[in-house]
């Protein structure tokens, strides 16, 4: 039997193949893009050493076409705007439907244009968007339809994330926990696959040193793991505030009247003084969080810091120019994590020589409260700083800063923004009947329900269950346990009530209004 045999009669092996294809092809795409962004970023920080007014004319100049460029970017493709992220998970709900040429060569500009101006947007939502539009396209080349199609889109996105932050782990749990929503065998392992297949690559170019290599003198002892406690709370509580103001940017942008797609102007305009003053403070934060690995100032100084970051960060992201937040909250969480330790350290409550790991810790906690992905978290930050006897004190502040976050009715930060961009029924084939994949929890409504006992929305037909990598047909009698992924047919104009409804059920705890015969 050959090889391209036993991938045809093999689904997991024909997959992980295919993963591993798109990986590369999006390990090749994403790497250039990193690539002519750093330097383009040293490029800037170059004319930003010395302040002279030719330069700042200049600059200026320059950044105006920047925003011209992109406003006419963002004319002929809209769906490039911002970090990408909630596009693709609105793709892979079938909300959207994009065209991935489109997004793929304009994404690709814009992002290079937006990032090498310094603003503070992270690399990494517009490389999970490359990702996806390169495994959209080689689906298409290859034919491929429905869910064959949307886990090559997933893969693209897993080897995405990979290739910008070389965390193949995380980007793969990235796009099941918080993109896919599935933890189908065949996404984790095509996932796994591109992943891989990307993070090669990027280690070919870039090398093998982590992303945010941070040395720390010693680990954090149990008897102050108290202190982790105390500084989930503070990141839960300062999440929310990042969602709160982050959702409601694009309303005071308007306020502004300034045509939406020219509005990426204003940070690109205010960037240049910040330059000026502080250089080391400009483009995602990953310099920035290296540097408090090195050094770390005084508690006012790091106030200063995050308020600046803070406040241009959203300023940056709500203009709807090309670039993410992914990086932009772990500098945040970074900062954080080092008011909090050197406040301690003034307090004499904890020794200096642990004011390090609490940048770390943050960075996790706060990115597991404003994304609501506690895994991804622990795993990106992991991975991103090379060291795996973190995990215990990461999964503790992770667990803490989500649970509060949780407790203060946050959403998960992708899903509120794709809600917030699909207003308006699916812009795809609206002939079709939309598929749509829903997991069942431990202590839902539905577990240990009959098929017949259960509401289900009108317009919408269970056709399958899946248990494992097996999927059944349901029946009356079937009764549903947790673990389970419920596969139902709707009508395209019903996919989000339906969706919403459905995951209601699988998610919380039971209601009266279900009830099984006994």
Do not use: C
Request: charged content about 10%; proline content about 5%.
């Amino acid at each position: 039997m050959n090889f391209g045999g036993m991938a045809l009669k093999q689904p997991r092996l024909r997959f992980a193949v295919k993963g591993l294809t798109v990986g590369i092809v999006v390990g090749i795409v994403v790497s250039s893009f990193r690539w002519l962004i750093e330097h383009g970023l040293d490029w800037a920080l170059h004319w930003y050493q010395h302040f002279t007014w030719p330069t700042a004319l200049g600059l200026l100049g320059l950044n105006l076409l920047i925003g011209i460029l992109i406003a006419q970017l963002l004319k002929q493709e809209p769906d490039i705007a911002g970090s990408g992220i909630p596009q693709v998970e609105g793709q892979l709900q079938g909300e959207l439907d994009l065209s991935w040429w489109s997004i793929l060569w304009r994404k690709f500009v814009g992002g290079i244009l937006a990032l090498s101006a310094g603003l503070f947007l992270g690399r990494e939502g517009p490389s999970i968007q490359l990702g996806a539009a390169v495994g959209q396209g080689l689906s298409e080349w290859q034919h491929d339809r429905g869910s064959d199609r949307r886990i090559m889109i997933a893969s693209g996105a897993a080897a995405g994330l990979a290739a910008a932050f070389n965390a193949p782990i995380a980007g793969s749990l990235f796009v099941l926990e918080e993109i896919y929503h599935n933890f189908s065998p065949l996404v984790w392992l095509s996932s796994l696959a591109s992943a891989i297949g990307a993070n090669f690559i990027s280690l070919y170019i870039f090398g093998e040193r982590p992303v945010l290599h941070l040395v720390y003198p010693k680990a954090l002892p149990i008897d102050a793991y108290w202190h982790l406690l105390l500084l989930g709370v503070a990141l839960g509580l300062l999440g929310k505030v990042y969602q709160w103001v982050l959702l409601r940017l694009p309303d005071w942008y308007a306020l502004t009247h300034i045509p939406r797609r020219y509005q990426g102007l204003i940070p690109l305009v205010a960037v240049i003084p910040i330059g000026f003053l502080t250089p080391q403070l400009l483009g995602g934060g990953n310099q920035l969080i290296i540097q408090l690995g090195q050094q770390m100032p005084s508690v006012l100084t790091l106030l200063g810091i995050f308020a600046i970051r803070f406040v241009f960060s959203m300023v940056s992201y709500g203009s709807g120019l090309p670039g993410g937040i992914f990086l932009p909250i772990l500098s945040l969480g970074a900062i954080i994590g080092a008011i909090y330790a050197q406040s301690m350290v003034g307090l004499h409550l904890l020794p200096a020589m642990y004011a390090v790991n609490f940048v770390i810790f943050a960075m996790a906690g706060y990115f597991a409260a404003i994304g609501k992905a506690p895994f991804t978290a622990i795993l990106l930050v992991t991975e991103m700083v090379g060291n795996l006897k973190l995990l215990m004190p990461l999964a503790v502040v992770a667990l803490i800063a989500y649970l509060v976050l949780d407790g203060l009715h946050g959403d998960p930060i992708y899903e509120a923004l794709l809600a917030k961009l699909v207003h308006q029924p699916a812009r795809g084939e609206m002939g079709q009947m939309a598929r749509i994949e829903v997991p069942i929890f431990a202590g839902s409504a539905l577990e240990e329900q009959q098929v017949r006992d259960i509401a289900w929305p009108k317009s919408a037909l269970l056709i399958g269950i899946i248990q494992g990598e097996k999927e059944v047909l349901p029946h009356g009698d079937s009764v549903l346990q947790a673990g389970q992924t419920l596969v139902v047919l709707t009508a395209p104009l019903d996919r989000q009530r339906v969706r919403r409804q459905i995951r209601q059920l699988a998610t919380v705890t039971k209601t009266p209004g279900i009830s099984r015969n006994h």
